[in-house]
């Protein structure tokens, strides 16, 4: 099976026509967010402040990179597992207009509900694959948390990142087969 | 007594540590990459083959370019074996494996993953430490160091229980089972399954841990262990988990069970996971 191209910002179009096992080949530009970034997005949601990235029609990528080594953009980056995004998720895909995830692992009932309702596609990358998935990244910038370290927010310049579309945004699952 | 005592410098067991922490990040074990080979030939499921290729890949790169394997470089699990007769010069064990630590994660651009405090403060301390040390001490004048590093997304999937003993191997294969099926995707399967039964709540922990480093391909000595080790593997296999939780044959490599006594009231059994990059560095000094 091909994988079919696709870049990023992206629109609801074209994630609407993805489907549950896909392979995606993910070009363009991303974010990067896990544990605390999401944290701190959500409390900075709820006390009405603009958030530090503008996430309309963005993909987001859960990823605590290595720190770059000499001539590199960015050490080994692979995803980190999505489930402790779940309860930070629903809020950034209905209020930021987010339109994708990239992680690893399966999620929750409620960051499915809310996909559907606004035609988001979460992307599984694999797993302890980071030094392939470094090669696929061109460029790596902090924008936002730098005092967080590898929680920081990146704004990454991917090319041919390899992905399967684990969850679509009819709600079909890879995981629950 | 004292012409018996061995001196190893500090410095000498600290750049070990550094030297150790490298490997381990960047070079993945020649019986994990065996396995991997295993299941490329016994998985059937397209998209499962298509991930164990990508692992492959991704040990040849991080090799080729001394990249991580895994941007996740763990917790820097250590298992020191030390000699009743060995002496460190200028500081303790604990300190030296610290030092080295520190050091290795700072050269190989490696991730520093540990926060200061698990509640309030979470500020990340900057180089990697504190390491976890399991020491043991053993007769002889020598030191042998092994590094596990450790990655949150599999020890996330970590599970203890205090079964009774009416529970007995069924109570132990069922809910080591249920445990890596309930961890579907999440560990990044293909996973080693350490299991650790018996001991106190503590110990069956620490040998579920200890399990993960043995050789994969070997079995437990005691053959009654050894076929509960193939039993479980079996039937964690037959779930269809599959490489990445995204269906397959191959959920697991190995199964790996590591015994010890236990109270009369008592049947601890732990489970302890590790990704498809099991990663492990030693050294004997």
């Given at each position: 099976m091909d994988a079919i191209k696709i870049s990023a910002p992206t629109d609801r179009a074209t994630m609407k026509k993805l489907r549950a096992g896909d392979r995606v080949l993910l070009s363009g530009v991303i974010y990067t967010g896990r544990d605390a970034a999401h944290r701190r997005m959500v409390a900075a949601l709820d006390a009405g402040e603009p958030l530090p990235v503008e996430l309309e029609n963005q993909i987001i990528y859960f990823v605590g990179p290595c720190p770059a080594p000499p001539g590199r953009p960015v050490g080994s980056a692979g995803p980190t597992t999505s489930y402790r995004m779940d309860s930070y998720s629903p809020r950034l895909l209905r209020d930021a207009g987010l339109l994708g995830m990239i992680g690893k692992g399966d999620r929750s009932d409620q960051v499915i509900a809310a996909m559907q309702e606004v035609d988001a596609v979460y992307f599984a990358a694999t797993g302890g694959a980071g030094a392939l998935i470094a090669e696929r990244i061109k460029k790596c910038d902090t924008i936002a948390y730098s005092d967080l370290g590898p929680e920081a927010i990146f704004r990454m310049e991917v090319e041919d990142f390899p992905l399967v579309v684990a969850i679509d945004a009819d709600g079909n699952d890879l995981y629950r087969r | 007594m004292r012409d018996m005592v061995r001196h190893i410098p500090f410095k000498a067991v600290a750049d070990a540590v550094t030297k150790c922490c490298l490997e381990a990040a960047t070079r993945l074990p020649s019986d994990v990459l065996a396995k991997i080979g295993d299941a490329l030939k016994a998985e059937t499921s397209e998209l499962g083959r298509d991930f164990l290729r990508q692992y492959l890949e991704n040990a040849e790169i991080a090799a080729t370019h001394n990249l991580p394997l895994c941007q996740?470089?763990?917790?820097?699990?250590?298992?020191?074996?030390?000699?009743?007769?060995?002496?460190?010069?200028?500081?303790?064990?604990?300190?030296?494996?610290?030092?080295?630590?520190?050091?290795?994660?700072?050269?190989?651009?490696?991730?520093?993953?540990?926060?200061?405090?698990?509640?309030?403060?979470?500020?990340?301390?900057?180089?990697?430490?504190?390491?976890?040390?399991?020491?043991?001490?053993?007769?002889?004048?020598?030191?042998?160091?092994?590094?596990?590093?450790?990655?949150?997304?599999?020890?996330?999937?970590?599970?203890?229980?205090?079964?009774?003993?009416?529970?007995?191997?069924?109570?132990?294969?069922?809910?080591?089972?249920?445990?890596?099926?309930?961890?579907?995707?999440?560990?990044?399967?293909?996973?080693?399954?350490?299991?650790?039964?018996?001991?106190?709540?503590?110990?069956a922990a620490f040998l579920a841990k200890k399990a993960l480093i043995r050789q994969l391909g070997t079995h437990n000595q005691d053959p009654q262990y050894a076929e509960l080790e193939r039993k479980i593997l079996e039937k964690i296999n037959a779930s269809h988990v599959g490489p990445q939780g995204l269906g397959g044959d191959i959920t697991s490599f190995a199964v790996h069970v590591e015994q010890f006594p236990c109270h009369i009231a008592s049947l601890p059994v732990a489970v302890n996971l590790n990704c498809h990059a099991a990663r492990h560095a030693g050294f004997e000094l």
């Open positions: - | 996740d470089t763990g917790f820097a699990v250590f298992f020191v074996e030390m000699g009743a007769f060995t002496v460190i010069d200028g500081g303790t064990i604990t300190e030296a494996i610290t030092a080295g630590t520190a050091r290795g994660y700072e050269l190989g651009f490696l991730r520093k993953s540990i926060v200061s405090d698990p509640i309030f403060k979470r500020v990340n301390t900057k180089d990697n430490t504190p390491p976890i040390i399991h020491l043991t001490q053993v007769p002889g004048d020598g030191l042998s160091v092994i590094l596990a590093p450790k990655g949150g997304g599999s020890e996330n999937m970590s599970a203890l229980k205090m079964l009774t003993p009416a529970a007995g191997e069924q109570g132990v294969i069922d809910f080591v089972v249920d445990s890596v099926i309930r961890a579907g995707g999440n560990p990044c399967p293909p996973t080693v399954v350490g299991v650790g039964v018996g001991g106190t709540f503590e110990k």
